[in-house]
């Protein structure tokens, strides 16, 4: 019998509750002609070797295409392993002079995936949405979102996948040199089935592509929000007033005002330690056209947010007769996960062969209900498996592709993972942002991947996926 590696089981364990035990075992993917046209639909080769360019010297101002190594994950379906290749892209920008406070488009051009149609099978027009990540360092950091249409050029089979854009906006926030580099990319395909193939950066960051040269602009940027429950109510009713982006730990004054003029209208309030709020307000003066947030005894506009319209109506109910003033409460729950099972039964690998053990992660369910302006992080982390007579398998061979879905009517949006390595040091599998008001109920799921060396020794390996809800 030819020897192989056996079924390899991942346990995980959640930081917070953790529901019933389950199997959700996932077979080998099946081969042959029936999956050679779903290839062609949405599978993609990665093209590897060849020699990387040097990375390109940013600049200022200059945009230069640049190549970096891709570590691509084919779907699941299409039963080809991970496969790593070269690709070139390029960062543009709509204003390479901004100032502090300013909107800046971004736009990533993948010239050249790393990709090409692996069947003889041709693509149709338009079937291919990217999505990306740009990187954003020096000055300021951050991780741009960019998207693309739903646009492409009919591939020929066996042809090459076609240069696609992506685009999306950052703020600048800091005055001086900031870079722009290439991210992790995903190509989703629709044709014949929904399939995604995501493209990782092999050894982050990318080159970098772009740079710009922020100007101070006279002043730091004021990103300090409040929103209110209500837009109007009766004289001595309290209005609800949450806000975002203000100085961890401050004092916040909420204020009525008539114009430029202050009403008698006033209520403080104390930031969290991310900048947050939410606090209540009673609005007495019937002069009150709106209201604002600010920090320290007086308004200032570069410490605070607002005015934001509210108006007064009626009298408020005292001293009418037939009339009861009802109120109520909205208590504040807690943030908690819970997972549908603690075990993941992986596919077999042949020894000799080696090549990308699959399975897939136990949904996890998270229930924001702490009505505040927080949003939540959810990161994992994974030992490295252990097998027969002392054999490993290190931590840097598990990936994952995360999944993250929002249920209807829940405040804040799911925004999933990057695709990528896993490893002891640990990535993101799921998180919302923060804003004015956030909370809902969420479900997780990811596909992994363990890439299994060729000779790696028979028998079963296991390892430990630790999950943690922030």
């Given at each position: 019998?030819?020897?192989?590696?056996?079924?390899?089981?991942?346990?995980?364990?959640?930081?917070?509750?953790?529901?019933?035990?389950?199997?959700?075992?996932?077979?080998?993917?099946r081969t042959g002609r029936r999956w050679?046209?779903?290839?062609?639909?949405?599978?993609?080769?990665?093209?590897?070797?060849?020699?990387?360019?040097?990375?390109?010297?940013?600049?200022?101002?200059?945009?230069?295409?640049?190549?970096?190594?891709?570590?691509?994950?084919?779907?699941?379906?299409?039963?080809?392993?991970?496969?790593?290749?070269?690709?070139?892209?390029?960062?543009?920008?709509?204003?390479?002079?901004?100032?502090?406070?300013?909107?800046?488009?971004?736009?990533?051009?993948?010239?050249?995936?790393?990709?090409?149609?692996?069947?003889?099978?041709?693509?149709?027009?338009?079937?291919?949405?990217?999505?990306?990540?740009?990187?954003?360092?020096?000055?300021?950091?951050?991780?741009?979102?960019?998207?693309?249409?739903?646009?492409?050029?009919?591939?020929?089979?066996?042809?090459?996948?076609?240069?696609?854009?992506?685009?999306?906006?950052?703020?600048?926030?800091?005055?001086?040199?900031?870079?722009?580099?290439?991210?992790?990319?995903?190509?989703?395909?629709?044709?014949?089935?929904?399939?995604?193939?995501?493209?990782?950066?092999?050894?982050?960051?990318?080159?970098?592509?772009?740079?710009?040269?922020?100007?101070?602009?006279?002043?730091?940027?004021?990103?300090?929000?409040?929103?209110?429950?209500?837009?109007?109510?009766g004289a001595g009713e309290a209005v609800?007033v949450t806000g975002s982006k203000f100085?961890?730990?401050?004092?916040?004054?909420?204020?009525?005002?008539?114009?430029?003029?202050?009403?008698?209208?006033?209520?403080?309030?104390?930031?969290?330690?991310?900048?947050?709020?939410?606090?209540?307000?009673?609005?007495?003066?019937?002069?009150?056209?709106?209201?604002?947030?600010?920090?320290?005894?007086?308004?200032?506009?570069?410490?605070?947010?607002?005015?934001?319209?509210?108006?007064?109506?009626?009298?408020?109910?005292?001293?009418?007769?037939?009339?009861?003033?009802?109120?109520?409460?909205?208590?504040?729950?807690?943030?908690?996960?819970?997972?549908?099972?603690?075990?993941?039964?992986?596919?077999?690998?042949?020894?000799?062969?080696?090549?990308?053990?699959?399975?897939?992660?136990?949904?996890?369910?998270?229930?924001?209900?702490?009505?505040?302006?927080?949003?939540?992080?959810?990161?994992?982390?994974?030992?490295?498996?252990?097998?027969?007579?002392?054999?490993?398998?290190?931590?840097?061979?598990?990936?994952?592709?995360?999944?993250?879905?929002?249920?209807?009517?829940?405040?804040?949006?799911?925004?999933?993972?990057?695709?990528?390595?896993?490893?002891?040091?640990?990535?993101?599998?799921?998180?919302?942002?923060?804003?004015?008001?956030?909370?809902?109920?969420?479900?997780?799921?990811?596909?992994?991947?363990?890439?299994?060396?060729?000779?790696?020794?028979?028998?079963?390996?296991?390892?430990?996926?630790?999950?943690?809800?922030?």
């Amino acid at each position: 019998m030819r020897p192989t590696v056996r079924r390899t089981a991942v346990r995980r364990t959640a930081a917070r509750r953790a529901g019933p035990r389950g199997t959700g075992a996932r077979g080998r993917p099946r081969t042959g002609r029936r999956w050679a046209a779903v290839l062609g639909a949405g599978a993609l080769i990665v093209t590897g070797g060849g020699v990387l360019a040097a990375p390109a010297q940013a600049m200022p101002t200059a945009s230069v295409p640049v190549d970096f190594p891709t570590h691509c994950i084919p779907p699941d379906i299409a039963g080809i392993p991970p496969i790593d290749g070269t690709t070139k892209a390029e960062i543009t920008v709509d204003n390479s002079a901004p100032e502090v406070g300013d909107t800046v488009t971004v736009t990533y051009t993948v010239v050249e995936p790393a990709a090409s149609n692996p069947v003889d099978l041709a693509l149709p027009a338009d079937i291919m949405t990217p999505t990306g990540k740009v990187a954003v360092g020096g000055a300021q950091t951050a991780s741009v979102t960019v998207a693309g249409p739903k646009k492409n050029a009919p591939v020929p089979g066996k042809g090459a996948f076609p240069s696609f854009s992506m685009t999306g906006t950052f703020k600048v926030t800091a005055p001086g040199r900031i870079t722009l580099s290439p991210g992790d990319y995903n190509i989703h395909t629709s044709y014949i089935m929904e399939l995604d193939t995501p493209c990782t950066v092999t050894n982050p960051p990318a080159p970098v592509s772009q740079t710009i040269i922020a100007t101070d602009g006279g002043g730091q940027v004021n990103e300090r929000t409040i929103r209110l429950g209500a837009a109007s109510g009766g004289a001595g009713e309290a209005v609800t007033v949450t806000g975002s982006k203000f100085t961890p730990g401050a004092t916040v004054t909420l204020a009525g005002r008539a114009g430029d003029t202050r009403t008698a209208d006033t209520a403080t309030v104390e930031a969290d330690g991310s900048g947050g709020f939410s606090g209540r307000l009673t609005v007495t003066d019937p002069a009150t056209t709106g209201i604002v947030a600010h920090e320290g005894n007086t308004w200032d506009p570069d410490r605070g947010a607002g005015p934001q319209p509210y108006t007064v109506t009626g009298g408020g109910g005292e001293g009418q007769k037939g009339s009861q003033r009802l109120g109520t409460s909205v208590e504040a729950g807690t943030l908690s996960m819970v997972q549908d099972g603690d075990a993941v039964e992986m596919s077999a690998v042949d020894f000799g062969r080696g090549g990308a053990s699959r399975g897939s992660l136990r949904t996890v369910t998270v229930e924001d209900f702490r009505g505040g302006p927080a949003g939540w992080s959810l990161t994992g982390r994974v030992t490295g498996f252990t097998g027969p007579g002392g054999a490993t398998i290190d931590a840097s061979a598990l990936g994952w592709t995360p999944v993250c879905a929002t249920r209807t009517g829940s405040p804040s949006t799911c925004a999933a993972g990057s695709a990528g390595t896993v490893g002891s040091g640990g990535a993101t599998l799921a998180s919302t942002p923060d804003g004015p008001l956030t909370g809902g109920v969420f479900t997780v799921d990811a596909r992994l991947a363990l890439d299994v060396p060729a000779y790696t020794a028979p028998g079963s390996y296991s390892g430990v996926l630790t999950l943690t809800l922030t």
